[in-house]
């Protein structure tokens, strides 16, 4: 379940926003967004020009200049505005992870034994290294690795999610975060981290705007909007002389209107919030990532590496098929196979029962009046079964049979193997199922492709990304899930060492790397790809060689990674180009207005037949201060994204933001002239 984003303006947020766009007036502020700062020394400027044409020591039109000085300022509100909501939304997320239940106390032990002797301290006295005894009721005083035990927590105040998981001791669920629940049992956590450093505290100081640190894509497009605003600026004073040398002196108002209306303060006033906001929706999606650098670069990605089992397919196989070897009826073989998977609770043990009372319709065997015992699986033997009075069943890998069969003096029948290959070959995974001595045939396993996953992919090869399987299966298992799930490529009987390589080479042809993972073997991999998503279920390694944590633990969430880091890239550069193409409509409203009367010739430009040059002035710089909060909406929920390659998305882009913006403003222009002119305001 994602968290909760929100809505766009609601009353908590507004309110909170207004005051902060206040606030944000300050010029050690505005200093930080340099065409906003020229807005605000435009705002500044004009604001002197009415005070001291209205007390005379000023020759002009005080109501036009001061008319043009309040709208200057409601632009650099409005910008204010539109970014203090942008990180309102981020600290209301924010407030909600602060909201979640720390402990104040925690059982220190001296050795990392349920037993051993504690002493109780403050939960902020603990120190990386520590080890802590969490019994059921507790809370995790601090983020760690489990060393000793298993038990059931609540981790619902961070993912939102009501049911609770199992961490326990080893594997790639050992890692806890500090200030979930235990509901059972006990853990021996030893902490990772110090306080102030916690998981918890890193994602609350993420999602608060006022840390958030610009990315390069965003710096590169703050310094190409700086050039264009000096290149304005100087364009602009040397009209002054040029209008003097005409007759006919331009009005430093007028200049100054031009100057704001003319430079890019549309994308100017909503960089800030666009950033803001993708790091929003991320965290909307439960994903957390640790740096803005983390999800521009998701929207550049071109290689996604995924793994097979959970992301790609269900992970849990289903027996399909029964082979019976040469002389054998497939009904025994079927009966065999249910008996050695009756006290099987695995989902593959399940499907095998299923199968063959789906196929056979058995009889009810009772199992305690023939004494049976079941044999469980084990990693050391790879097999399990049945032991009855008159009848020894097992079940399992096709290796691990042929060495049971073996060694009790038997022979494993070469058309056996080739049952076994042939499963493997179309993708499968194949049981062998042998009674006594004699091999009866071979169970067939797939593995359950994720439906929609193919057209998933599909999607992204449309977006010019290259999607590769992993997986620890053998080379033909893994070209017929491949296959059939739609990737471009995929690694077989992958190692950390295959995935680290892999990435490396990639990378080398200049190419941007995702990929998912939750254990410590992922970790290398995951500090060398451009995009790492760890799974807040895995090991802290994991977690800390990534740059992304995902709170739901959910593989394909890298899929929506992706979407979204693209989302954030089409919005900035879909409203840059609105911003800039609308500057067009305003050379027709504003040049002619401020320099007909110098130069005659330029009437030709008045296209929208505006009512007088002050109407025409004050109409550009009204929507210049309008068109942001209209546009706001817009930055903050993200432009529509849909899967298209590059060449169609520039298309799209030029057609519906470069012609929109061409267009808007001499409609909305228009209209504002014709309200002004009725109502007689100019």
């Given at each position: ?9 609601a ?29 605000w ?51 209301a ?24 002797p ?31 035990g298993?038990?059931s ?43 102030g450093?916690?998981?918890l ?32 600026l100087?364009?602009?004073a ?63 990605v ?43 609770e695995?989902?593959?043990?399940r499907s ?30 790879r ?17 691990a ?22 499963v ?17 045939g ?51 009987e ?22 998912t993972?939750?254990?410590?073997n ?13 799974m ?5 390694a994991a ?27 089409m919005?900035?550069g ?11 409509a ?22 929208m ?11 550009a710089?009204?929507?210049n ?20 390659n590059?060449a ?10 470069g012609?929109?913006?061409?267009v ?10 014709v ?8």
């Amino acid at each position: 379940m994602n968290r909760k984003q929100p809505t766009l303006f609601a009353p908590g947020l507004i309110h909170p926003a207004l005051i902060d766009a206040f606030k944000k007036l300050m010029p050690q502020v505005q200093w930080h967004n340099p065409v906003m700062f020229i807005v605000w020394v435009g705002s500044m400027m004009t604001t002197l020009l009415a005070i001291a044409m209205f007390s005379d020591k000023l020759q002009g039109n005080a109501l036009f200049t001061a008319a043009i000085s309040g709208w200057l300022w409601c632009t650099v509100l409005f910008a204010n505005f539109a970014e203090a909501l942008a990180e309102g939304r981020s600290k209301a997320q924010a407030n909600s992870l602060k909201n979640i239940n720390k402990t104040s106390w925690a059982r220190k032990l001296r050795t990392p034994q349920y037993h051993a002797p504690q002493e109780r301290i403050p939960a902020a006295d603990l120190r990386k290294g520590d080890v802590v005894l969490v019994i059921a009721g507790d809370i995790i005083p601090c983020d760690g690795e489990v060393l000793e035990g298993a038990a059931s927590v609540d981790e619902s105040a961070i993912t939102g999610e009501s049911a609770p998981v199992i961490r326990e001791s080893g594997g790639d669920f050992s890692s806890v975060t500090g200030g979930t629940g235990i509901l059972s049992d006990w853990l021996i956590v030893q902490c990772s981290v110090n306080p102030g450093e916690t998981f918890l505290d890193h994602m609350i100081a993420m999602v608060e705007g006022a840390q958030r640190r610009k990315t390069p894509n965003e710096i590169a497009l703050t310094i190409l909007l700086l050039a264009l605003t000096i290149i304005f600026l100087l364009a602009t004073a040397t009209l002054w002389p040029f209008s003097q040398y005409g007759g006919t002196a331009v009005s430093v108002t007028v200049l100054i209107a031009l100057l704001i209306c003319l430079i890019p303060t549309t994308i100017g006033g909503l960089l800030s919030a666009i950033g803001v906001a993708g790091m929003s929706r991320m965290l909307g999606a439960n994903v957390i990532a640790t740096s803005g650098r983390a999800v521009e670069a998701a929207g550049d990605v071109d290689v996604l590496l995924l793994d097979k089992t959970g992301t790609i397919t269900l992970g849990n196989r289903q027996a399909c098929a029964f082979l019976p070897a040469p002389g054998i009826d497939e009904k025994i073989l079927a009966d065999a196979a249910r008996l050695a998977s009756l006290a099987d609770e695995t989902p593959e043990g399940r499907s095998i029962v299923a199968l063959a009372c789906q196929r056979f319709h058995p009889g009810e065997h009772n199992i305690q009046t023939r004494l049976a015992t079941f044999v469980p699986f084990t990693a050391q033997t790879r097999m399990s079964g049945i032991n009855m009075q008159d009848r020894i069943i097992r079940k399992g890998a096709e290796d691990a049979i042929r060495h049971y069969i073996e060694a009790n003096n038997g022979l494993f029948p070469a058309p056996v193997t080739k049952l076994v290959e042939g499963v493997a070959r179309q993708g499968g995974t194949p049981l062998v199922v042998a009674e006594g001595t004699t091999v009866l045939g071979v169970i067939a396993l797939n593995d359950i492709v994720k439906e929609g996953i193919k057209e998933r992919f599909a999607q992204l090869r449309q977006m010019g990304i290259k999607t590769v399987m992993i997986t620890g299966d053998n080379r033909l298992t893994a070209a017929a899930i491949a296959a059939e799930a739609g990737v471009d490529d995929y690694l077989a009987e992958a190692t950390p060492e295959a995935k680290l390589a892999l990435i490396r080479q990639y990378q080398t042809e200049g190419r941007l790397v995702a990929m998912t993972g939750d254990g410590t073997n992922d970790a290398p991999a995951l500090a060398q790809a451009d995009v790492a998503v760890a799974m807040n279920s895995g090991t802290q390694a994991a977690k800390e060689a990534g740059n992304m944590v995902d709170l739901d633990s959910n593989p394909t969430k890298l899929i929506e990674v992706v979407h979204i880091g693209k989302q954030m890239l089409m919005t900035r550069g879909s409203l840059t180009t609105f911003s800039i193409a609308n500057d067009v409509a305003k050379y027709f409203a504003i040049i002619p207005a401020a320099f007909a009367a110098t130069y005659p010739q330029l009437n030709v430009l008045n296209v929208m037949h505006l009512h007088s040059p002050d109407s025409a002035i004050l109409s550009a710089v009204i929507f210049n201060a309008l068109i942001i909060i209209f546009l706001i909406p817009l930055a903050l929920k993200g432009i529509g994204y849909r899967p298209l390659n590059a060449a169609a998305m520039l298309r799209r882009n030029l057609l519906v933001y470069g012609l929109g913006g061409l267009v808007v403003p001499f409609i909305g222009i228009k209209i504002i002239d014709v309200m002004l002119t009725l109502c007689d305001l100019v």
